[in-house]
């Protein structure tokens, strides 16, 4: 019996194999045999239409293979000018080879063997300044979408050997290419460990953006924070690897990540370093405050006006008094009323083409604002709040931090309605909490405040000049701390010296 | 129980202990220590905080020599003392002192919010929103338990700054003459200010979370002096600030002195000093949860996880039985007491039969 099925199985090989019979199903799977002149060897191409570039087979493969010598396969590496050829006898790869973009070459005489030359058809977009993270001095290349294209503009910042590239395929439908770049005798060997075993350990079907990944790999996937932070900033990207940080690149994801992060690096723009560190400091202060406005204000306004009229002076509660005189709500919900709103328009315009979104914006901005106030649903004074803490919310660099502070405003107006201020410090108290805790590739997450770190504070609140950032930061436990010897660096003796 | 040693990653670095040491010193005694010193000490009341702060000095070192001796916390002391059962007996003792020093400070610090903020405050459901905090700061780990005392102490430091204001106000005559009351007097101040030093004994507990513990010693000093200093100056500004008599009166001498504060956008600052004390108390009353549950795990064997959970709902049960204001007030005395009696009768008796022990093992 097993003999018998074990025949069967050999007279069917020279039928189509598995793979050949659901390609076919595909309108794109070409199959052409041609002639080779010289020899009379009758050989076939099989290859998918719309992954192939049509004018690299008409022009550096075709021409070669009719009019060459070409008898055995082996005869291909010598005839046709690409780099990449390859023969192979598994059957097992030759799916995989033609859905990259390979073409598949065989010989009636050679029905064993395959060779696979490389045609693959690279659609990149060209490259264009960075959007999201504009900034108006320094490099105005950005990242697109292209996983080889993305690795030249890193590779050409940093070419020193040191910079490792290792590759792995992720998602068992897309196979999508991620590359994990690290500096070699900086970076922290447990820190590249870690990345590299919880991206291999990644289970998931299609990973179609870089953000799939920082769900996957973070330490906390029920934070609302984000703890892989991304860049679309080649040069970001190449100061963090000298820093003795990992970058990850995902191939089809304009987003590059960086691992591991603190918070501290989602309020500090790449733009900081291109600046007088005395004017980085201040943007970076005044960047913080912002932050802490645009959480705690309205949650103040709604404690103060529920519970502390006596925390406000009597003037200033004269002018809040006459603004709420005909406002029917209380606070809280004449607060949330006017958050929700401004959730709405900032959703309304993210949905929208840029051109209607701006109109979008206007309408909704003044229309809505003016007319509640006028209509007596809100206080004018909540309103220049709200739109204040919203703008202030847009200060921060980091797009998805962003979106962070804006949802952490809810659950503290809810507590400031329940307990006042000290409701609001409770919620305070929850998030410091949670910061405690979370952990970015296992580093702590709130360094350099905690654990207190006094020599990775100079590049936190404030950027010291570089001449005093002689040290990669503490936290990386990088290799080599120093990034340049200071002695070497000339030093000023006296004046006029 | 074998004396698993702490892995290193669990462990804090020595500095750090200056931070725990603190923001478990400064709590809820600070807010309205000064009365009741200067109802024995007056004028010299400061002199009673001098005093009592450089004994704490002495105990502190007799904690270390303890530690240093036995390699371990105070449960290994009592082990090596009195042997296994008699030694995790005693140290019984300490889940309940730890029990009812989280106790105290929760109710206290209610009872300034019920009295100052809210007089309607549910003390149920404001107990359970906060042991539902802690129980999450514990989970963290001790290293988070360490990360909530460290932001305790640096966060709200802002609110010493607005002492500043009762300087233009204070007339430093009152405290002359100096060193008018009887040495006795003094002393019975310094005796009540046990409530508000107590915490650092916290030491005894977590000392084999410490890197190099050696390296700690002198941050735990530096820890006392900083609060010893700091509890003196507040209390000279209290007693210059206030007359004698109005001192009599002022139960929370410290709230009452920020109600004086006047900015063109605040008045009535005591409102924001007591819901940031929510801040300085947290770290309080999470280490004493902490310490009591890390206990019942070296005594009884009992995870900590559980035995976070078994302290929270006792806590919780326990404080609706405490409700006027004279119940506060004794719990408040009999835990000064207890901690006087813990820090500066049982740590020198220990430390002798400990170096007894030692002396006899050695022979």
Redesign the interface.
């Known amino acids: 019996m097993k003999r018998w099925l074990n025949k069967k199985q050999n007279e069917t090989k020279p039928n189509k194999a598995d793979w050949e019979k659901t390609l076919e199903k595909s309108n794109d799977f070409t199959r052409s045999n041609y002639i080779n002149q010289k020899s009379n060897v009758h050989f076939c191409l099989t290859f998918i239409a719309t992954l192939v570039d049509e004018q690299i087979i008409q022009q550096g493969v075709l021409p070669y293979l009719l009019e060459g010598e070409l008898k055995t396969l082996e005869d291909i590496k010598k005839t046709v000018p690409s780099a990449d050829v390859e023969i192979s006898n598994d059957q097992t790869v030759i799916d995989k080879k033609i859905l990259n973009g390979y073409i598949m070459l065989t010989i009636d005489s050679e029905p064993e063997h395959f060779a696979f030359i490389a045609t693959q058809k690279e659609i990149v977009r060209s490259l264009s300044p960075p959007e999201i993270e504009f900034s108006v001095i320094g490099p105005k290349e950005a990242f697109v979408e292209s996983l080889g294209q993305n690795l030249n503009l890193i590779r050409k910042r940093l070419p020193v050997k040191e910079l490792i590239i290792e590759e792995y395929t992720l998602g068992s439908l897309s196979q999508t290419k991620v590359a994990v770049l690290y500096m070699e005798g900086i970076t922290n060997e447990d820190n590249i460990n870690t990345v590299k075993q919880r991206i291999s350990e990644v289970e998931f079907d299609a990973i179609t953006d870089s953000s799939y990944i920082v769900q996957l790999i973070s330490d906390n996937s029920n934070s609302p924070f984000p703890q892989l932070l991304d860049t679309e900033r080649p040069d970001r990207i190449a100061g963090i690897l000298a820093e003795g940080k990992i970058a990850i690149v995902v191939d089809g994801s304009p987003h590059v990540l960086i691992a591991p992060t603190t918070l501290i690096e989602f309020f500090s723009s790449f733009e900081d370093y291109f600046l007088n560190w005395i004017l980085a400091s201040f943007f970076r202060l005044i960047r913080g405050c912002a932050v802490l406005f645009s959480l705690l204000v309205t949650p103040i306004y709604v404690a103060v006006l529920s519970y502390h009229y006596e925390l406000i002076p009597k003037d200033l509660l004269g002018t809040l008094v006459t603004s709420r005189r005909q406002i029917p709500l209380p606070p809280i919900l004449e607060a949330l009323f006017l958050e929700l709103t401004i959730e709405l328009l900032r959703e309304a315009g993210a949905r929208l083409p840029t051109k209607v979104g701006q109109t979008i914006g206007i309408v909704g901005g003044i229309v809505i604002g003016t007319a509640s106030v006028e209509a007596g649903l809100t206080s004018n004074v909540l309103l220049i709040i709200v739109a204040l803490a919203a703008l202030a919310s847009f200060t921060t660099p980091v797009y998805k931090m962003g979106n962070t502070i804006r949802l952490l405003r809810f659950p503290f107006l809810i507590f400031a309605e329940l307990w006042g201020l000290l409701g609001i410090v409770f919620a305070f108290c929850i998030m410091l909490t949670h910061l405690i805790r979370l952990t970015s590739l296992g580093r702590p997450f709130l360094e350099p405040f905690y654990p207190p770190r006094a020599t990775d504070l100079k590049d936190a609140f404030i950027r010291l000049p570089f001449n005093k950032q002689t040290l990669r930061p503490l936290f990386l436990r990088t290799k080599n701390r120093t990034r340049y010897n200071k002695k070497k660096a000339t030093e000023k003796k006296d004046i006029d010296e | 129980m074998p004396n698993l040693p702490i892995e290193d990653r669990f462990k ?2 020595p500095f ?1 202990v200056f931070y725990m040491i603190t923001s478990m010193q400064i709590g809820i005694g600070v807010l309205g220590y000064q009365r009741l010193i200067a109802q024995y000490a007056n004028e010299d009341a400061w002199i009673s905080v001098l005093i009592a702060g450089s004994l704490i000095h002495i105990i502190v070192w007799m904690m270390y020599k303890i530690m240093e001796t036995v390699d371990g916390d105070l449960v290994t002391a009592h082990i090596y003392v009195a042997g296994n059962f008699i030694g995790k007996l005693l140290s019984t003792f300490f889940v309940f002192y730890f029990f009812t020093y989280s106790l105290t400070i929760l109710r206290s610090y209610l009872e300034v ?1 019920q009295v100052w ?2 007089p309607t ?1 549910s003390i149920f459901w ?1 107990t359970l ?1 906060y042991l539902l ?1 802690c129980i ?2 514990i989970y ?1 780990g001790f ?2 338990v360490v ?2 005392a ?2 305790g102490i640096v966060l709200p430091a802002y609110l010493f700054l607005i002492f500043g204001f009762n300087l233009k106000f204070a007339n430093f005559e009152h405290l002359l003459p100096i060193l008018d009351n009887s040495f006795k007097d003094i002393l019975l101040g310094s005796y009540h200010m046990s409530l508000t030093f107590i915490g650092f004994e916290i030491v005894l507990f977590f000392y084999p979370f410490i890197k190099n513990p050696q390296k700690s010693k002198k941050w735990a000093h530096l820890a006392i002096l900083t609060t010893t200093l700091l509890y003196t100056g507040l209390m000279m500004l209290t007693l210059s600030f206030f007359s004698e008599e109005q001192l009599r009166k002022s139960i929370w001498a410290t709230l009452t002195m920020w109600k004086i504060v ?7 600052f005591e ?2 000093g ?3 004390w ?2 300085v108390i ?1 770290p309080n009353f999470c280490i004493s949860l902490w310490v009591a549950s890390r206990l019942l795990k070296r005594i009884f064997n009992l995870q900590q996880k559980k035995g976070v959970f078994l302290i929270s709902i006792t806590n919780l049960i326990v404080i609706n039985f405490i409700d006027t204001r004279e119940q506060v007030g004794l719990i408040n005395d009999y835990t000064g007491k207890a901690g006087f009696i813990f820090t500066f009768l049982y740590i020198p008796l220990l430390l002798v039969m400990v170096l007894i022990v030692k002396k006899v093992k050695k022979k």
Not at chain 2, 262 to 268: I, L
């Open positions: 804090i670095s750090l919010i903020m809210f405050m404001f929103a905090l999450y700061i963290g290293r988070t990360g909530i460290f932001f006047q900015m063109p956008f605040v008045e009535r409102y924001i007591i819901a940031t929510s801040l947290l």
